[in-house]
T-cell receptor, first 111, second 116 residues
Framework: GNSVTQMEGPVTLSEEAFLTINCTYT??????LFWYVQYPGEGLQLLLK?????DKGSNKGFEATYRKETTSFHLEKGSVQVSDSAVYFC??????????FGKGTRLHILP | NAGVTQTPKFQVLKTGQSMTLQCAQD?????MSWYRQDPGMGLRLIHY???????DQGEVPNGYNVSRSTTEDFPLRLLSAAPSQTSVYFC???????????????FGPGTRLTVL
């Protein structure tokens, strides 16, 4: 079945550091891929998405590229801020009704 | 639009008690779902609905019931609460039923449930 694996956290970085959170997936066909973010005490919000191979999703300085050859969708940001501290979830939507989420990666940014 | 709303925000139950977590959306979305979030487990799908009158089981449905009598509402019922159901529960909705589309899934703010 479909599954998503993302790097375990927590990830702790200093402000202005470069961020990478790894995500790989297993799926039949050509799923859509998503990154969601959860700020403390809130529900999940869509951060970015990509629907086909080589698509790049971007938002708020974050980017992720849909790599079919490596079945990956790694999240990157060139210069993180304290306000980026949150839990990040990689997810995929396959041919059925369901969206499958990874276990989440907690990110701490130190000032 | 209020988006996806959930009530209550917090709830404490004793083992064996029953309760209903409420979820409503005002975006006329066909698809609604319930997830539970546990430390180290991510989000796990409990039940989902592709339209009024249609529900189906997700990954962890045992101990929970749902119904979808209207497009707007999708309540989650705990029939006899157990400590293993202590979790944060999120309701979500999106426009269409096809997960492979680009439709954004909107989440409610969550209900934090503790079962003693």
């Amino acid at each position: 079945g479909n599954s998503v694996t993302q790097m375990e956290g927590p990830v702790t970085l200093s402000e202005e550091a470069f961020l990478t959170i790894n995500c790989t997936y297993t799926a039949t066909g050509y799923p859509s891929l998503f990154w969601y973010v959860q700020y403390p005490g809130e529900g999940l919000q869509l951060l970015l998405k990509a629907t086909k191979a080589d698509d790049k999703g971007s938002n708020k300085g974050f980017e992720a590229t849909y790599r079919k050859e490596t079945t990956s969708f790694h999240l990157e940001k060139g210069s993180v801020q304290v306000s980026d501290s949150a839990v990040y979830f990689c997810a995929l939507g396959g041919r059925d009704d369901k969206i499958i989420f990874g276990k989440g990666t907690r990110l701490h940014i130190l000032p | 639009n209020a988006g996806v709303t959930q009530t209550p925000k917090f709830q404490v139950l004793k083992t064996g008690q029953s309760m209903t977590l409420q979820c409503a959306q005002d975006m006329n979305h066909e698809y609604m779902s319930w997830y539970r979030q546990d430390p180290g487990m991510g989000l796990r799908l409990i039940h989902y609905s592709v339209g009024a009158g249609i529900t189906d089981q997700g990954e962890v449905p045992n101990g929970y019931n749902v119904s979808r009598s209207t497009t707007e509402d999708f309540p989650l019922r705990l029939l006899s609460a157990a400590p293993s159901q202590t979790s944060v529960y999120f309701c979500a909705s999106r426009t269409t039923v096809l997960a492979g589309t680009t439709d954004t899934q909107y989440f409610g703010p969550g209900t934090r449930l503790t079962v003693l």
